[in-house]
């Protein structure tokens, strides 16, 4: 099938004539629009351009406010977030300080009631065994009552937790740290008295 050549060239022709024309016919538009301002009709689209961008500013200033309230928002949000967390890394680091002391002064109890058993053996014996029997039992006792005073101090921190400046530092240190070396202390002690006061 052959190509119509002809009617491709007159189609092209015309397109290009179309658009030439537009173009010439645009100044001429453009020179009637500024003649409308002059006129009443053309002061009130003027008029009414004005509104429309005064509308459109007041629109993107309220969506930027928007925005910014909604930033703001997400901020205080993550600060919460944040002072949560603390405050629920404290509490457990409280409670793990509670439950470690409880348990020295379990240990420091059932230590006490377990030589009472062998105390029998050192009453007849000789003074040094009783002493240091003695000595024993006290350092097993200051370290049930140590053990006792720091869950007491631990306790009282947790009640204050919320406080801005509370610190890990007050939920774990202080004279709880002493208990377990008291316990072995007078644990030893009472074993040296065994020791002493052993049949020979």
């Known amino acids: 099938m052959p190509v119509p050549w002809l009617g491709l060239i007159d189609t092209l022709l015309d397109v290009t004539s179309l658009v030439v024309g537009r173009k010439v016919q645009r100044p001429a538009e453009e020179a009637e629009s500024s003649a409308m301002a002059g006129r009443p009709g053309g002061q009130l689209e003027a008029r009414m351009t004005g509104v429309v961008v005064a509308a459109l500013k007041e629109a993107f200033d309220r969506d930027a406010r928007r925005l910014e309230l909604e930033r703001d928002q997400a901020e205080r949000e993550q600060l919460r977030a944040e002072r949560l967390l603390r405050l629920e890394l404290l509490r457990q680091a409280g409670d793990r300080e509670i439950g470690r002391l409880r348990l020295m002064a379990g240990v420091a109890v059932g230590s006490w009631i377990g030589t009472l058993f062998f105390s029998a053996r050192l009453a007849g014996g000789p003074m040094a065994g009783r002493v240091m029997l003695g000595a024993g039992w006290l350092l097993l006792l200051v370290a049930l009552s ?21 610190r890990a530092e007050d939920l774990t240190s202080g004279s709880g740290a002493v208990v377990p070396v008291l316990i072995v202390s007078g644990l030893a002690v009472i074993g040296l008295a065994m020791l002493m006061g052993a049949p020979t």
């Open 146 to 166: 140590l053990s006792f005073a720091a869950q007491a101090r631990v306790g009282v921190a947790l009640a204050r937790i919320d406080d801005p400046v509370a």
